[in-house]
DNA sequence: TTGTCATGCAAGTGGGTACTTGCGTATCGT
DNA sequence: ACGATACGCAAGTACCCACTTGCATGACAA
């Protein structure tokens, strides 16, 4: 799962983590906009949208969709892969 | 620092830390014959030497140089930055 | 239904990066 | 000194990846 440290590469992704994990449960266009806001980033909404599906794939971000509105969680779990593999 | 996570998002690079952990102090020419034997790479000595340089860049490698050898050490310490961010 | 909102899909583009290639430098043994 | 060893530097190449662009789909409100 190699995965998980190319979804750690890029900064807008880690910011995305951040985000979630400040307040879970967002939907794409809070993230954007509170992305804009409080983390200074200018990233359009595509761009958002495929850092979470690189996110999603790694494991990080589970969603769950209602109605038109997809909700993201933020899960750590896939970053034991690093902490057990260097002995944290 | 952001090259932590860069670092680790090859995995080659991986595969050094790996080796580094298990036997520290290795030359240039030891981490390739046994990233070779071991672990079924075939990078060329220019390419795990780029390696090794963006390692020590991120801090994850530290240098000391004897005569004309080059020791490689393992310091885990940057990944710190990893589990203090989201808690782990 | 009509319009708007929230999201999805896919091709194209630009910049970054891993790797090669070739030469150069310093150290050690003989 | 001479050759061999261990490593460094720098330009070129090919590939990957983040981002854009444009259109499409599905859900809710009026």
């Known amino acids: 799962m190699g995965d998980v440290f190319k979804a750690l590469a890029d900064p ?3 910011a995305i983590l ?6 879970t449960g967002q ?3 809070e993230l954007c906009t509170r992305l804009i ?3 200074g980033l200018t ?3 595509q761009a958002v ?3 979470l599906d690189v ?3 790694a494991g990080l971000v589970r969603t769950r969709r209602e109605g038109r509105y997809k909700f993201h969680d933020l899960d750590t779990s896939p970053l034991r892969t690093i902490t057990d ?3 944290l």
């Open 27 to 29: 939907t794409l266009f």
């Open 85 to 87: 593999r260097w002995r």
């Open 49 to 51: 949208s495929q850092h």
């Open 18 to 23: 951040d985000e979630l994990q400040e307040r």
């Open 55 to 57: 996110l999603e794939a």
């Open 37 to 39: 806001t409080k983390h």
């Open 43 to 45: 990233s359009s909404r």
């Open 12 to 14: 807008t992704r880690r």
